[in-house]
C-alpha cells in the first residue's frame, strides 16, 4: 500500500500564488509517476501534471504557462507551483502515485481544495 499526505491548498486572490506538496510512504515502486488532478463542482476530474521517477513532466494545456511540478530529492515528494491563479483554477487538487511496473495501480491522496476569489 502507498499513503499520501498533500498539503499547501487554502484561499488566495486571483493573481496570486500556492505551493501544493504531497509527500508520498508505503510500497513505492522505482519507476512511477507522481502527480496531481483536480476537480470543480460538478465536473469531471481532470489531469494537471505528471512527473515520472526519471524526471518527465506532462502540464495539462490550460494550465502549462503557469504551473510547474517538481520532485523532492528524496523523489517520495511532489510539489505543484501554481502562478497566475484564476478563478477557474478553483477546485479539489488530489496527488496521486502510481507504479508504472506491475499492475500500475493509482493511489490516491485525501485531496486539497484550492479557492482563487476574483
Known sequence: QVQLVE???????????LRLSCAASGSIGSINAMGWYRQAP???RDLVATITSGGS????????????????????????????????????????????LGKGDYYWGQGTQVTVSS
Do not use: H, P, W
Request: charged residues 15%; contains cysteine.
Open 42 to 44: 460538478g465536473k469531471q
Open 7 to 17: 498539503s499547501g491548498g487554502g484561499l488566495v486572490q486571483a493573481g496570486g500564488s
Open 57 to 100: 513532466t506532462t502540464i495539462a494545456n490550460n494550465v502549462k504557462d503557469r504551473f510547474t511540478i517538481s520532485r523532492g530529492n528524496a523523489k517520495n515528494t511532489v510539489y505543484l507551483q501554481m502562478n497566475s491563479l484564476k478563478s477557474e483554477d478553483t477546485a479539489v487538487y488530489y496527488c496521486f502515485l502510481r507504479n508504472l
